[in-house]
């Protein structure tokens, strides 16, 4: 348990940090652009590729990056904890709204190139060339009769980075491969998988290219969510999850929204990262009722005080051919938003506004939507859910 405990740890650390690097790596990108990052002299010394903190402060509230100076400090002193700005001469460890000069990391050279780092940035140059190739190997493809968006059998992305001098040997490529995997860079389609030198399909984990708001990195608010997925089909990697897969022959799904949503109807499409007829469930759900089902914010802290107004309840739920049928949002903690009143999870119990606290004897509180999502998909049938229910 420690160990699995570890596994998600890491990977929602991994998952942070490469939206910090994207985010960072934008924002810098579009101050070049605006001319912000310039060579400044100062005592008689001249620093180039910096910036003002002051007039960066300006330029993030007129570009209606943040809303007012200090939430600006704030963000920039998020990019410093994570090694993306520096002072100049790092004379000081925090942000300052004033004449003092910063420099993104990767303009001098200073950024920690790590192992877990450099194989991030392989990955994105990777993404970045098959993305613009003018025959790329990501395409629509089928496996076991579900469509997916930009994907790649695992042989063809090593003819390709022997094609391209990306490496001396096919050996060679199933390790990068492996390690890109590893790293939650790609992914087996369906998450069943590790990579494998065959016909099995893969896609990018991240969308590199996304346009990531500067917000996001301070406050991921359940709206920032939704946003995210309004945004899917302009090949949004990442979506909520709702575990119960769409057979061809359905037509329709009503999900039970705490009375705000409506019957949806699933479209014959494909996404990145989830099958379209998984995700695009979720993603409906949560448009046709974009605001949370919850009342109130609840923290881990507040479910598990004493007295608390919840009860804890168990429950069972054997997924059919189709799945589960939930669709779950939030992090730290999940619950549920939507149930499908015809699923596996209606008959078990499973409520809207429910709190999922452990799966299968795992504390799952602390996790958010995403790791929750891929520990349970790529799990058993056979799942056990321990839940927080209000009393009112």
Known sequence: MDQLGNIQSTMMSRHQKAEIMIAGEQLRLRLHDSKLIKDHRHHLRTYPNCFVAQELTD??????????RETAVQLMQYLMDHDIIHHVCDKWPVFKDAKYLYRFRKDDGTFPFNVEVKIFMRGQRLYEHLITSKDSILQLRQEKRVDYERSFPGYMLIDWLLQNGEIESRRQGLDLCKALLEHDIIQHVSLKHHFFDSGLLYQFCINFRRRR????????????????????????????????????????????????CGGLTHQQNSSCGYPLTVSLTAALALRCNPTSVLKRHVTCEELLSPGAPYIKRVLTILGDDLGWGIVVRGKSPCYVQAVDPGSPAAAAGVKVRQFVCRVNGRSVLHLDYRTLSKLVMTGPRFVTLEVMQPLD
């Open 59 to 68: 330029w993030l509230i007129a570009h209606k990056e943040v809303s007012d």
């Open 213 to 260: 708001h500067l917000s996001e990195l301070l406050h991921e608010t359940e709206n920032e969510e939704v946003e995210c997925i309004t945004q899917h089909n302009q090949d949004q990697a990442d979506s909520p999850f709702t575990l119960r897969k769409t057979s061809p022959s359905e037509s329709n799904t009503d999900f039970l929204s705490d009375g705000h």
